[in-house]
């Protein structure tokens, strides 16, 4: 099946750093990626939806300046987590589509300290 | 709106059978999909059901009926390693995949 990696699957940082996250589509082009987060023992809630080449489309309540999110090819989105705080601190995890199949990413741990 | 309905908890013995229900509400709809994720590690696809009546994928069926709105999940032959939180999702087209809080499976000796 197809696959997505995404990169770092762990990352401590300092509040009020930034931390940047990768998610490549191995095997196959995505011009439209999603990035959810997930809090322990929850769903997976959407954040934004990245669109290759033009501005990524973000859910409500979601800051748009906090979570830079940039698709620059078909294969790769980032979302780079701005001036962290303790409370961003959260399992992000990123998919790709194809047809009514969603591959994931191996998903980042987040810690804020 | 959007929404799916699963019960948060479960608890079944090895070897039974277990299903998982999702009801859902939304105005368009494509199909019905479940993903299983072992605690710490990403969602992997289970099964898509787009039409009425049951998939079967070795000891995982899920079934969907269109006119209830309702679909299952139904695992055979309970192994220790099926211990999982399964989802519910649906799709309405390109959209997002919006999925459902979760059901916590337990999977006792």
């Known amino acids: 099946g197809a696959v997505v990696s995404q990169h770092p699957s762990w990352v401590i940082c300092k509040s009020g750093t930034s931390v940047k996250i990768e998610c490549r589509s191995l095997?196959?082009?995505?011009?439209?990626m999603f990035w959810y987060r997930q809090f322990p023992k929850q769903s997976l809630m959407l954040m934004a939806t990245?669109?290759?080449?033009?501005?990524?489309?973000?859910e409500q309540g979601v800051e748009k300046d906090k979570f830079l999110i940039n698709h620059a090819s078909l294969t790769l989105s980032t979302l780079t987590v701005t001036s962290a705080h303790p409370e961003d601190s959260s399992f992000y995890i990123c998919s790709a589509r194809i047809g009514p199949e969603a591959f994931f990413g191996q998903g980042t741990r987040l810690t804020v300290v | 709106g959007q929404s799916l309905e699963q019960p948060s908890e479960v608890t079944a013995v090895e070897g039974a059978i277990v299903q998982i229900n999702c009801t859902y509400q939304?105005?368009?709809?494509?199909?019905l999909s479940w993903y299983q994720q072992h605690d710490g590690g990403a969602p992997t696809f289970l099964s898509y059901n787009a039409l009425d009546g049951l998939e079967e994928t070795g000891r995982f069926s899920s079934f969907l009926s269109r006119s209830d709105s309702y679909g299952y999940l139904l695992l055979q032959e309970l192994q220790m390693k099926d211990s999982a939180s399964y989802f519910c999702a649906f799709n309405s087209g390109n959209t997002p995949l919006v999925f459902g809080k979760g059901t916590r499976l337990s999977v006792i000796a």
């Open positions: 939304t105005s368009g709809f494509y199909g």
């Open positions: 095997d196959f082009q995505a011009t439209t």
């Open positions: 990245s669109n290759e080449g033009s501005k990524a489309t973000y």
